[in-house]
């Protein structure tokens, strides 16, 4: 990955010194890419690259790094555990989620958690520098190809204006994304932290707000609404 020159307007004029950033993704190759971006468009330092959420949280308790990048796949621990951590924890880190999702509600969740960002990994070196700057400066940035504001949805010609994942909560939304990816509830339980139990009534709530009744069913809700890979 490299960066132009013209992207030299990006680059971060806070207290002239580089702005730390931690990497957290468990693939190899796309936090060193990340890293390759962060060095070519000069200002930041990457000061740990990690491959779980846990180290992740870790890493970011250790260092106290100016930024944190998390992919949102990440399969230790729920992202936005990290993230919502971080933010009680009042480090200061500012924590922004990358991910190959664009759906509203996914993106919609992560920022509701205190994320300050959502970047797609399909952003360009441009975009990537951007969203790093507004980052550093204490801004928000979300990808423009995720439409956050839209509220209506069109399908077949008419428009829903009630979508029913809006009615989950961000717990049962969690439980939902987890599910749909084949994690078993005690294993759910553990990411969350939470009780087997606790979890059981999540899914039996959401299953009853989704008017579904298996995790087939769930499953093929989420392959509809092209859902089928997440993980909040």
Known sequence: MSVSATQS???????????????????TLVREGLAALCNSIGGYRVV?????AGAALEEIQRLRPKLALLDLGLSDLATTQVIRTVRDLQIGTRCAVFSTRKDRKTVLEVLRNGAC??????????????ALTQ??????????QVE???????????LQLNDPLD???SREFQVFSLLVEGVRAKEIALRLALSPKTIDTYRSSLMRKLDIHDVAGLVKYAIRRDLADLQA
Do not use: C
């Open 9 to 27: 307007a990006f680059i971060p004029y806070l207290e002239h010194r580089p702005v730390d950033v931690l990497l957290a993704d468990e693939l």
């Open 48 to 52: 740990a690259q990690v491959g779980s």
């Open 117 to 130: 960002g959502y970047v797609l990994k399909s952003s360009t070196p441009e975009q990537m520098a951007e």
């Open 135 to 144: 980052f550093a400066r204490g801004g928000i940035y979300v990808s423009p």
């Open 148 to 158: 956050v504001m839209s509220v209506f949805r069109e399908r077949s010609g008419r």
């Open 167 to 169: 009615t989950l909560s």
